[in-house]
């Protein structure tokens, strides 16, 4: 089983040894390419923090049966990318005559037997009694999964369950002996520059420890909706995936997840999930099998500068709802589109993504006050959390009477050609019936619009969270905020589907 690329690129193969080349995220859950920095001596204390937990640090075995392309013994192995032996395989596989080899008509068609395909991870043990943290990619679509201890002892693991959004699985084994076990420190209490220790399953080479610094807090890499990674120079390799990252303690503050690298091997960039995160799944997970996140049932964006003076909230902060679901927990709070969320549950919210991490950490049915900026006021409401659902539901466009056809009226304004939605345009731009609004004809390529990126197509619901039926409505607002001595107005923006989303243009 290969790691999954996070941000592949284009690689190519150079001399003998299959050199990659390119800047690639990796998920490191199986060995790959060789590199590794030096690291400078750390703290004396490592070869305590190392004695004292190697024994609950485990390798990760897992098998998946595929379908043989090649057929039977003439198939070409399955190699780590960048393998010194790649290209020698690669080679004489292709080019070979005979059963399998792709030259003599294929006296095995395509009648092959499948085969098994093994990769080696990293997971650590939390309890006595075998309950086994690794990451999702490590064991994902395998048949087989084993746990191999540190003294090379092999039992056979039970799936508890897993959480793709976060990368984490929890296993079961029954030992045949006592085990060690680890337990979590708290990862909010990390400083920058603060040694941590790394133990894992590198490259096949199992109980290996490497120390490094806390490079950077709370990382968002856009690989997840709910980024906050732990990032780190200790050396982190292909095999590490699902392996602890330990205080000097000895205690998990994170599980090694991620690196980034030109070939696979680490260049000082790792990333963990922190034990804050990896607390609350694990325990869920144990606990029912899954995850049951908090739903707000609200669509968000980033508050900009600009957004943020049409709104009079300084300084720009806040996570801006841009659509209510119908049958989401905020619709009957009162929550509406145009609203900053600035709070939830007692603590603030700076961002969108701030909101997303509190939302899906906070328990299914909890009744929590959201604190929101309206028209510049701060107000307060009540929510009871739904629960969200995975793949989120796809409801169908509610159809509304259509109004009678009446000839478009366009207009022009803040750099965009207007008009007022009839059947013709709802036909030609592909907008749903319950769109409702002003549909965008054209852009000036040299306006502000055009730099934020409306289109044709596009419709206009609000201006200034008031709902507009005609160019000439759009017009009077802006001409109403250039006298106020507004520098930017606020459009509630449709897409033919009825997605949302706000837009701050330049009036002057």
């Known amino acids: 089983m290969t790691a999954a690329t996070i941000a592949p690129s284009r690689s190519r193969r150079r001399a003998r040894f299959g050199v990659r080349l390119g800047l690639a995220a990796l998920a490191i859950g199986a060995f790959s390419a060789f590199g590794a920095p030096a690291h400078a001596r750390g703290p004396d204390g490592i070869a305590d923090v190392a004695e004292k937990v190697i024994d609950a640090v485990v390798n990760i075995s897992t098998s998946q049966t595929v379908d043989a392309k090649g057929g039977g013994s003439n198939t070409m192995p399955q190699l780590p990318p960048g393998s010194p032996f790649e290209e020698f395989f690669d080679d004489f596989f292709k080019n070979r005559r005979g059963p399998g080899g792709g030259s003599k008509g294929g006296e095995r068609g395509d009648n092959n037997p499948p085969r098994k395909t093994n990769s080696l991870g990293s997971g650590f043990i939390i309890d006595t009694s075998g309950v086994v943290v690794t990451n999702n990619h490590v064991i994902a679509d395998a048949d087989e999964i084993h746990v191999i201890l540190n003294d090379g002892t092999k039992i056979k693991a039970e799936l508890v369950g897993v959480d793709k959004k976060t990368d984490l699985a929890v296993l079961r084994i029954k030992p045949p002996k006592p085990l060690v076990a680890v337990k979590f420190g708290d990862s909010d209490k990390l400083r920058l520059g603060d040694w941590v220790v790394a133990i894992g399953n590198p490259f096949s080479l199992g109980g290996t420890v490497t120390a490094g610094i806390v490079s950077a807090k709370n990382r968002d890499i856009s690989s997840g909706p709910y980024d906050s990674y732990i990032q780190t120079d200790a050396s982190i390799n292909r095999g590490n995936s699902g392996g602890p990252l330990f205080n000097l303690d000895g205690d998990v503050i994170g599980v090694n997840t991620l690196i980034i690298s030109p070939s696979g091997g680490s260049i000082g960039i790792g990333f963990a999930v922190p034990s804050k995160t990896v607390v609350g799944v694990v325990d869920q997970l144990r606990q029912f099998g899954e995850l049951r996140r908090g739903w707000l049932g609200v669509r968000i964006q980033s508050v900009t500068d600009e957004i943020a003076e049409s709104l009079n909230i300084k300084p720009a902060r806040g996570a801006l709802v841009a659509g209510v679901d119908d049958k989401g927990p905020a619709k009957p709070a009162g929550i509406e589109p145009g609203d900053v969320v600035v709070k939830f549950d007692g603590k603030d919210v700076k961002d969108p993504k701030d909101l997303s991490r509190v939302v899906a950490d906070t328990a299914v049915g909890k009744e929590v006050d959201v604190v ?97 039926s005609s160019g000439a409505d759009i017009q009077k607002r802006v001409d109403q905020l250039k006298k106020d001595g507004k520098k930017s107005v606020l459009l509630l923006v449709s897409n033919g589907e009825g997605e949302l989303r706000f837009v701050a243009l330049s009036v002057q």
């Open 372 to 468: 929101i900026i309206r028209k510049g006021q701060e107000e307060t409401k009540k929510v009871t959390l739904g629960r969200l659902q995975d793949p989120d539901k796809v409801q169908a466009a509610v159809r509304t009477d259509e109004p009678a056809p009446e000839k478009p009226v366009t207009q022009k304004a803040l750099g965009l050609d207007l008009a007022t939605l009839n059947k013709d345009l709802r036909t030609r731009y592909k907008i749903k019936d319950s769109v409702r609004g002003v549909v965008v004809t054209n852009v000036d390529a040299n306006s502000d619009a055009a730099e934020k990126r409306l289109s044709a197509g596009d419709v206009i619901v609000e201006v200034a969270q008031e709902a507009v």
